[in-house]
């Protein structure tokens, strides 16, 4: 197992789990004692060695970059709107994570059916013959980062010393009930003065629990650094997803592993920017009280219990 470390003041360590998913038990000891150190700070982590193929990749961020290719009146006939799931695509500048609009267009689509619908599919996807290949590619995509999820929370339930299984009902069960949206973005180019006053994406932490993000190679993505109020950027690693803590997990774990701020630049390069993130949000009557591992004796919970409708309610409705 090979941690490396990308310098800065700001660490956000490269962990190559290959030896996990390998079952490997000295290598999964290391793999877990750095997901446990990156989870405490700085909440974001790279992973390599995954099981998610190049092709794959490839083949998802291509279609992506098709459907964001068509004109603006055939994206907005799958208009988020349009689903009672939000699922679908938004206009650049609709979500509002900072101040402003975020100078980015998105893309999402959850699972096939969805939780709380009736709906048989609340995806919305444009006709095969407009975008071939879309929706096959991206429901692969999304079934594999989404398996992935699977062995990433499985190693944060082993770095807090509760069983290995812990979070699979969160993540992963009643089959595909719970919550793992994915969302493409595509971040327009910008002037350098552009850039200074507006962003890709405000300043915010995630949602869910966890997010696991592909970034192509153009960049853009910063963490920030309380301590010296400063902003770094997490470096295009090929080849790896970036992981990272979000708000459920963080109140989960009593604040131990840290939701930490983080902002997209727009490319000021000529090129558009391309990110996945697939952001996973749980089952929506689960209620997240503090893990009884991350409460020492005489410890309070920081947080009240809550049910995971009601936080992500709160969230959509404040930057939408
Ligand atoms: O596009 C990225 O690199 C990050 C996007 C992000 O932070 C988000 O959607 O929550
Ligand atoms: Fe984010």
Redesign the pocket.
Known sequence: MTVNTIESEIEVPVIDISGYLQNDKTQTKDIVAAVRSACKYPGFFQITGHSVSADLRAQTLQSLQDFFGLPQDVKMQVHRTKSECFTGYEIVGEQK?GTGGDQ?EGFMIGPEPFPGTSLEVANQWPEESVCPGLKGTFMQYYNEVRQLSKYMFRLLALSLDLEETYFDKFVASRDYQAMSMC?A?R?PPTTKEMADKTR??GA?T?WGAL?L?L?DEVG??EVYYEPKDKWYPVKYVPDAY?VNIGDMMERWTNNRYKSTR???NSPVSGNY?Y?I?L?NEGLLDQMLECIPTCLAEGEEPLHKPIKVETHLRACYEATY
Do not use: C, E
């Open positions: 994570v980015k969302k973005h971040y890709g994406i915010h995630d997010t993000l970034q853009g993505l970036v983080h902002r997209v920017r990110s993130g952001f």
